[in-house]
């Protein structure tokens, strides 16, 4: 999982309608003893390169709000190379001590760019589909 601290990770419903996908996905993550869980409703849009998330208000989770997106495009002056766009936020509720959301919060963003990396590296089918869109 792209998510730090993930203990369970579950699709409970997926669907593709007008050309973009719907999964909606349900998250555990932790630190310190302190578990937190939380429903995503993720929209991929292959001809933008871009999947956006938010929460899944039909659902009660324990975050009060998460938002974000990851977007993909071909480097402008690096041919065969791409530019890798991400943005999350999350709203953690007053309940879930401070050094909690902490370790959480410090962890997302190296651990969201080490997974990418080990998710690239390596991956000649990943890198053949990007390029087949005119990603990379």
């Known amino acids: 999982s792209m998510v730090p601290n993930t203990k369970e990770c ?3 419903q997926s669907k593709t309608s007008g050309g973009l996908r719907y999964d909606n996905v349900r998250m555990k993550v ?12 993720h ?10 998330w938010t929460l899944d208000y039909g659902r009660k989770s ?7 997106y990851w977007g993909v495009e071909p480097h402008p002056t690096k041919p065969g190379q791409a530019r890798v766009f ?3 936020d999350v709203a953690m509720p007053d309940w ?10 410090s962890k997302a963003l ?9 998710l690239m590296n390596g991956n000649e089918a990943l ?6 869109r005119g990603v990379i």
């Open 10 to 12: 579950e699709v409970y």
């Open 30 to 41: 932790g630190a310190m003893g302190v578990g937190i869980e939380f429903f995503i409703a």
């Open 43 to 52: 929209t991929y849009d292959p001809k933008l390169s871009v999947m956006t």
């Open 62 to 68: 324990d975050v009060i709000d998460s938002v974000g």
């Open 86 to 88: 991400y943005s999350v």
């Open 96 to 105: 879930l001590p401070g050094f909690v959301v902490g370790i959480l919060n």
């Open 110 to 118: 190296s651990d969201a760019e080490t997974n990418l990396r080990e």
């Open 127 to 132: 890198a053949k589909e990007l390029q087949a």
